[in-house]
């Protein structure tokens, strides 16, 4: 995996440099995922990472990776949401000041949040104009170094130890489903995955209205789209990037699709009977093991849970999930 941007030992020294800073996060399990699956399903809980969200890890190896010069002049990043958090954290946490470009209409929890950290918040209309040139004009004026949220070898890196993680908590997997936005964390994992049980596939899992991915994957070069509307508002990526299409297009097996509507539906199973909260780009890899989307049946089957920052204004103004969701939770998952 040489002619990729990372290598497994690249996921192990950013593992080594999280270590005692970024949770390590649970495997949780649920009976009632299983009976309705046939599969035994292991949920690596991203949720509970530091800011809520996998992206910690990336943006922390990230940056504790840049020279004393470049992190006193500080960083910048664009984000819906979750990776600002994160680089607004892992930058406090070293001693860097961040200045993080969101689109308006992001969250309000996560622009909150950013700013909570202390990052400076430089908002933008994703619709009608062009983050990463946005973002490009603020390093080059300010002499900040640019850390994209997906695109780039130290965050891919970092984004691969939640794979790391799992199998070393889990066991040999049959499977591994992992979201898929920009394809930070997919190709991470893959890496891991390939590395540590080379027999399990790897399937990424994105959005209906935001599928460059699969696109991608399909033509064998980088399909770019218009800025997708989906619920799953760390997935509304235009493209792949880079660096990470290379690492997806070698080593994964599949990309798939699933409905706003299929994220909703687990989303309230996550509440109702695993009783943990899951925003929907976080369901986006369960939603398929769950609607069938993926054959787990008879499996070991990995699944990513990636953050659980939810909008709930946002989420309360799409239609709701189907009534069957409202059923008697189980007790409590095992760890």
């Not at 996998?54 to 840049?66: D, Q």
């Not at 500080?74 to 819906?80: L, R």
């Not at 969250?107 to 990463?132: M, S």
């Not at 800025?227 to 792949?240: V, Y």
Request: aromatic share 6%.
């Amino acid at each position: 995996m040489s002619e990729f941007a990372l290598t497994f030992a690249d996921i192990e020294a950013a593992h080594g440099r999280l270590s005692g800073i970024a949770h390590r996060t649970p495997v949780l399990t649920s009976r009632s995922a299983d009976e309705a699956s046939g599969a035994r399903l292991l949920f690596k809980c991203e949720n509970f990472q530091r800011v809520g969200a996998f992206k910690f890890r990336g943006a922390y190896n990230a940056i504790s990776l840049l020279s004393p010069d470049r992190k006193s002049a500080g960083v910048v990043t664009y984000s819906s949401g979750n990776h600002a958090q994160a680089i607004a954290l892992a930058a406090r946490l070293l001693g860097s000041h961040a200045v993080i470009v969101m689109p308006h209409d992001a969250p309000a929890i996560k622009v909150e949040a950013t700013r909570g950290y202390g990052a400076e918040v430089v908002l933008y209309d994703r619709y009608t104009e062009d983050r990463e040139a946005i973002s490009r004009r603020l390093a080059e004026e300010r002499g900040l170094t640019l850390i994209p949220p997906y695109d780039h070898p130290d965050v891919m890196a970092g984004q691969g130890t939640t794979a790391k993680e799992l199998l070393e908590d889990a066991g040999p997997l049959d499977l591994l489903l992992v979201p898929l936005g920009g394809g930070g964390l997919l190709s991470g994992c893959a890496v891991a995955a390939r590395t540590l049980c080379p027999g399990c596939a790897v399937i990424g899992v994105e959005p209906e209205a935001g599928d460059d991915g699969l696109r991608s994957l399909r033509a064998g070069r980088i399909v770019h789209i218009d800025t997708p509307e989906t619920i799953a508002d760390g997935a509304q990526t235009r493209h792949l990037g880079e660096y990470t299409f290379p690492v997806i297009q070698g080593l994964i097996d599949d990309i798939v699709t699933v409905s706003d509507a299929e994220l909703l539906e687990t989303m309230a199973f996550f509440t109702g009977r695993m009783k943990i909260v899951v925003e929907p780009t976080g369901a986006l890899a369960a939603a398929a093991a769950l609607s069938g989307k993926v054959p787990v049946r008879g499996k070991r089957v990995g699944i990513v849970v990636s953050g659980g920052n939810v909008d709930w204004a946002r989420i309360t103004r799409s239609p709701g999930p189907p009534a069957s969701c409202g059923s008697p939770a189980d007790p409590a998952p095992a760890g």
